[in-house]
């Protein structure tokens, strides 16, 4: 796996430098919103490859908290999205490819990891979630 992170400035967006951001979005966080509005600031409008439920458990050992359904028409109304698809390992990334760092998503050459510039309470929700039936295992 070749891994860089993107030191571009930041500027007006390129017309035809499209952004794919590849990402699972199960609890939209201030973490989320911000790469989001990184990307957006370099790209304009991004296009998100959510990745689907089964990809999800094989990842993190449980499902979703949120169906890829919902996480599709919730991902679609946020400010900055220009798309919104399923993804899959074997699907192709249109664009310059995008993943968030420290989330584990799968992804190969080519991929530009993103450093959120802000914290959230992510791994609050994640530990608050650990006991809940099916998503996560009880300390």
């Not at 070749?2 to 400035?9: A, M």
């Not at 939209?28 to 439920?53: C, F, K, N, Y």
């Not at 959120?116 to 039936?133: C, G």
Request: hydrophobic share 40%.
């Amino acid at each position: 796996m070749s891994e860089r992170t993107d030191e571009r400035p930041t500027g007006a967006p390129e017309a035809t430098d499209t952004a794919c951001l590849v990402a699972v979005f199960d609890v939209i966080s201030v973490r989320d919103l911000d790469v989001l509005a990184q990307l957006g600031e370099r790209h304009g409008p991004v296009t998100i490859a959510l990745l689907d439920d089964d990809l999800v458990h094989d990842l993190y050992g449980r499902p979703p908290l949120t169906g890829i359904e919902d996480r599709l028409a919730l991902v679609s109304h946020l400010r900055g999205v220009g798309g919104v698809r399923r993804y899959r390992l074997q699907d192709p990334v249109p664009g310059r490819r995008y993943v968030i760092a420290r989330e584990p998503v799968p992804h190969g050459e080519g991929f530009v990891t993103v450093t959120p510039r802000r914290v959230s309470a992510a791994d609050s929700v994640t530990a608050a979630t650990a006991s809940v039936p099916g998503h996560g295992t009880a300390a």
